[in-house]
T-cell receptor, first 113, second 110 residues
Framework: QKEVEQNSGPLSVPEGAIASLNCTYSDRGSQSFFWYRQYSGKSPELIMFIYSNGDKEDGRFTAQLNKASQYVSLLIRDSQPSDSATYLCAVIRESGGYQKVTFGTGTKLQVIP | DTGVSQDPRHKITKRGQNVTFRCDPISEHNRLYWYRQTLGQGPEFLTYFQNEAQLEKSRLLSDRFSAERPKGSFSTLEIQRTEQGDSAMYLC????????FGPGTRLLVL
């Protein structure tokens, strides 16, 4: 079992729809969860992070965390063609001042105009 | 632009040559990470510095790889005797708590 799992996609959604990206993780001690967007040939850029169970909204993006189910998701409302990219889930466990960061393989999102 | 810079942005080398990459983190960030990313994969952890101390090194990192962070500022990643399998994007990230990535160095080993 991979430590962080994401469906590789591609996930295709029409413009204006809600895109739902999912991520599961195996380490119950994980404390913080990040979503990065990565355009082809570019480096990952931070979208948002979440630490607590529940929802966190930032503009068109909502992150959802359920630690009991070891599940984190990212919703993108009103999807735009410019949202087409690979979305990486990163899970962090920190102990003794050291951050162990594990990335999923990413989900490719295609927003169809 | 996250404030993390990497140099060079692209490197083409012949198999067997040595290469060195540089990362300049955000100045107040004490943590610095190196990752490798190949097509269709997420970033793969290589090594981690807190200030000048290298605290963690992936088991995937062979003896041909070495990294330094003198004085806790910039960092270098050296690959000796490069192999074609080393071709990848090498990413640097710095953080206090949240990681911010540099633009990456794309390495092609011929």
């Amino acid at each position: 079992q991979k430590e962080v799992e994401q469906n590789s996609g591609p996930l295709s959604v029409p413009e204006g729809a809600i895109a739902s990206l999912n991520c599961t993780y195996s380490d119950r001690g994980s404390q913080s969860f990040f979503w990065y967007r990565q355009y082809s040939g570019k480096s990952p850029e931070l979208i948002m992070f979440i630490y607590s169970n529940g929802d966190k909204e930032d503009g068109r993006f909502t992150a959802q965390l359920n630690k009991a189910s070891q599940y984190v998701s990212l919703l993108i409302r009103d999807s735009q063609p410019s949202d087409s990219a690979t979305y990486l889930c990163a899970v962090i466990r920190e102990s003794g001042g050291y951050q162990k960061v594990t990335f999923g393989t990413g989900t490719k999102l295609q927003v169809i105009p | 632009d996250t404030g993390v810079s990497q140099d060079p942005r692209h490197k083409i080398t012949k198999r067997g040559q040595n290469v060195t990459f540089r990362c300049d983190p955000i100045s107040e960030h004490n943590r610095l990470y190196w990752y490798r990313q190949t097509l269709g994969q997420g970033p793969e952890f290589l090594t981690y510095f807190q200030n000048e101390a290298q605290l963690e090194k992936s088991r995937l990192l062979s003896d041909r790889f070495s990294a330094e962070r003198p004085k806790g500022s910039f960092s270098t990643l050296e690959i000796q005797r490069t192999e074609q399998g080393d071709s990848a994007m090498y990413l640097c990230a710095s953080s206090l708590t949240t990681q911010y990535f540099g633009p990456g160095t794309r390495l092609l080993v011929l």
